[in-house]
């Protein structure tokens, strides 16, 4: 399998890869700061979370107040989550179908340099300019959404047209650590331009608060815009783009190359040449060019609904962790920022390994259901010990590493490799393009659920604590598998009939 690739297929994995790095790191960078956002948005957050108050004088306090108490402020931060992931879930049934429409590059490289300037907007500008305003801070966050949205759909895309099936389950389950490997840049990032913050002010009388957040929104969103720089000047996304195209999923053969570019404007043999051009229209009329499949259509592929419902369920779970893991650290156990930040990484940990090792075992299997519903059970039991952690960092990142790999992994294959098995699969019988639109299908609804969820979770927080967060958590984990029951009994029987087979033939 592996001589089957080339220094082009590396590229595209390592570009695509890059992208979504990027854009994770840049979006972790929200919720690492949130800490230091609501201590400048409340008068007494920094007293209740015992900092030196001397950061920032009271002026600056009365000036920056946007909100009376540190509750209003969580309320409003889990609002903003929510604005994004709507807009953001909106977004990817709009960039699927976009995505299949246009150049997956200049959409991709677009996306990137885009949020990366909303991003600046957000965190940079505003401090600079000293501007403060709740419904400015929503407008940004709402096309924030709307233009990460193109990201996702394109790189898988982009990597469905380069690796097919045969050892998607892998490749796909460690090219989708991009995710959590951009919540570990995102957090360590965050976590030194936080400490380089804090070392700066506190040897100073004057200053703000709001510098932390200035640092690290710059920092963050700089190397975004740069990397979609290089994506736009790099990345090739497709092997024809080459001369190569898809052979029997896995292999590559050569694309004939236009005749006529080889020949001269003007050539005294015109019988000849109209020979030659008819030759080629007939073999161009033989391989179709394929046609960018529907919205509704790429709705109703078999598949698509169940795993999207399943998705909506875990995203909400897994996306909270990403908001919520560095604020939670912070309030329940008392833990300084900066440790909440390092320490959130373990989840993500998890995830990357969880991702890579599940989805090789479904690339043995054949079949992805029944490593996703093992792996979701276990998680329910994983979210009932964490809740429980003690007040002790090395045994709650033993067991954030464990909830990551048991629901960061399941979350990771559904949004990669069975996206890209579904806007690969049979019934389209090769003949529509559907990937970027079955993706955004997927994710988009995912998307949907964990909007709903992030407002949720600062809603049950405040009314009835953290442990009724995490029943929430175990609940909407238990759904996930329910929606993947009938694709489950549809593999595991599957699976059956292939070892009877197997034990006719011997």
């Known amino acids: 399998m592996w ?3 080339t220094y082009h297929h590396l590229l595209a994995f390592l570009l695509t890869f890059l992208s979504y790095v ?8 929200f919720s690492n700061v ?36 540190v509750e209003e402020a969580t309320l409003f931060l889990g609002a903003l989550d929510s604005i994004f992931l709507f807009s953001y879930a909106v977004g990817l049934y709009i960039s699927g179908v976009i995505g299949d429409r ?6 991709l490289s677009f996306g990137l340099c885009g949020s990366a300037v909303t991003e600046f907007v957000f965190g940079t500008l505003t401090e600079w300019l000293h501007f403060y305003n709740v419904y400015f801070y929503c407008i940004l966050w709402v096309i924030n959404g709307l233009l990460q949205s193109t990201v996702w759909p394109c790189v898988v895309a982009i990597m469905g047209n380069w690796f097919g099936k045969s050892g998607r389950g892998f490749i796909f389950g460690l090219w989708s650590a991009c995710a959590s490997v951009g919540n570990i840049l995102g957090a360590f990032l965050a976590s030194s331009v936080l400490k380089y913050g804090y070392e700066r002010l506190c040897g100073k009388e004057e200053g703000s608060v709001g510098l932390l957040r200035l640092y690290a929104f710059l920092v963050t969103s700089v190397v975004q815009f740069a990397g979609g720089v290089v994506v736009f ?16 999923e896995t292999g590559l053969r050569s694309v004939t190359r236009d005749s006529d570019s080889q020949h001269p404007l003007m050539n005294d043999d015109e019988d000849a040449l109209c020979d030659d051009y ?61 440790q909440a930040d390092r320490l959130s990484v373990w989840y993500d940990v998890g995830g990357i390994v969880g991702g890579t090792v599940q989805g090789l075992i479904s690339d043995v299997l054949g079949k992805r259901a029944p490593v996703l519903a093992i792996s979701l059970l276990l998680a329910m039991g994983a ?48 003949s529509q393009q559907a990937l970027a639109t079955v993706t955004g299908i997927v994710d988009g609804t ?3 659920g964990a909007a709903g969820g992030q407002y949720l979770v600062s809603l049950i927080e405040s009314k009835l604590g953290w442990m009724c967060v995490f029943y929430f958590f175990i609940i909407m984990t238990g759904c996930s598998v329910l929606f993947i029951i009938p694709l489950l009994y549809r593999e595991i029987c599957s699976l059956c009939r292939d070892s009877q087979a197997r034990t006719h033939q011997l």
């Open 3 to 5: 001589s089957l690739y």
């Open 22 to 29: 990027l854009l994770h790191a840049s979006r972790k960078t």
């Open 233 to 248: 000047f790099g990345l090739l996304t497709s092997p024809k783009e080459i001369g190569l195209s898809d052979y029997s």
């Open 278 to 338: 008819s030759i080629q229209q007939r073999d161009e009329e033989l391989e179709p060019q394929p046609k960018a499949i529907g919205f509704l259509q790429a709705f109703c592929l078999p598949g698509v609904i169940p795993y999207s419902l399943a998705y909506a369920c875990l995203k909400l779970v897994n996306y909270s962790f990403f908001f919520w893991l560095p604020f939670y650290l912070c309030n329940n156990f008392g833990w300084k920022e900066v």
């Open 34 to 69: 949130k800490v230091s956002i609501s201590a400048q948005w409340t008068p007494s957050a920094l007293q209740q979370n015992g900092s030196n108050s001397s950061l920032s004088p009271g002026e600056t306090w009365e000036e920056n107040q946007l909100f009376a108490d």
């Open 446 to 448: 995912g998307s949907i």
């Open 102 to 107: 246009f150049n997956l590059r200049y959409v």
């Open 383 to 430: 979210l009932v010990g964490y809740s429980h952690s003690p007040n002790n960092q090395l045994v709650n990142g033993a067991l954030l590493a464990t909830t990551g790999f048991l629901i960061g992994g399941p979350s990771n294959i559904i949004s990669s490799a069975i996206s890209a098995d579904l806007g690969r699969q049979g019934a389209l019988q090769n």
